[in-house]
């Protein structure tokens, strides 16, 4: 699948799936986004349906990308519906690197601290989407809630 054939029932659905979710994030982060870079924010309702697309571009540094996803975990956990989040991290070109590692690692401690179901992180280039797995016997807030379902 690919954006460009979304069941027509996906806003039905919940991103907890990963495939559904990497063609959401394909939909709406667009060539122009994926050039300059950024961070993109699916944010869910509590069944994992898309609520709200947040996309924050031209982000300069390791250190502010960091704040960025610290105040948008903290500003999600504070808006009414909200139940859950994707999180893209947005570049050119490239595979999945070590700052990318890093970054979802802080993306994960921030939604375990703040108790929002992350759903998952993906790397979104002009080439593809790629979703950052797990580390082996670590379980993010967003598969613990799919089991508790």
């Given at each position: 699948m690919s954006f460009d054939d979304l069941p027509q029932d996906w806003p039905t659905r919940s991103l907890a799936d990963p495939v559904l979710?990497?063609?959401v994030l394909?939909?709406?982060v667009n060539d122009r986004d994926r050039m300059?870079?950024?961070l993109s924010f699916l944010l869910c309702r509590g069944d994992g349906r898309l609520s709200q697309p947040v996309f924050v571009?031209?982000?300069p540094h390791e250190a502010a990308r960091r704040e960025t996803v610290g105040s948008t975990v903290l500003t999600a956990v504070t808006l009414?519906?909200?139940g859950g989040l994707v999180v893209g991290i947005v570049k050119p070109w490239g595979g999945v690197d070590d700052d990318d590692r890093a970054l979802h690692e802080h993306i994960l401690a921030m939604c375990r601290r703040a108790q929002l179901p992350l759903l998952g992180t993906y790397v979104v280039t002009g080439t593809g989407i790629d979703r950052l797995p797990v580390a082996a016997g670590l379980q993010d807030v967003g598969d613990r809630a799919q089991g508790a379902a």
């Open positions: 979710a990497a063609d394909d939909l709406v300059q870079g950024g571009g031209q982000i009414p519906g909200v």
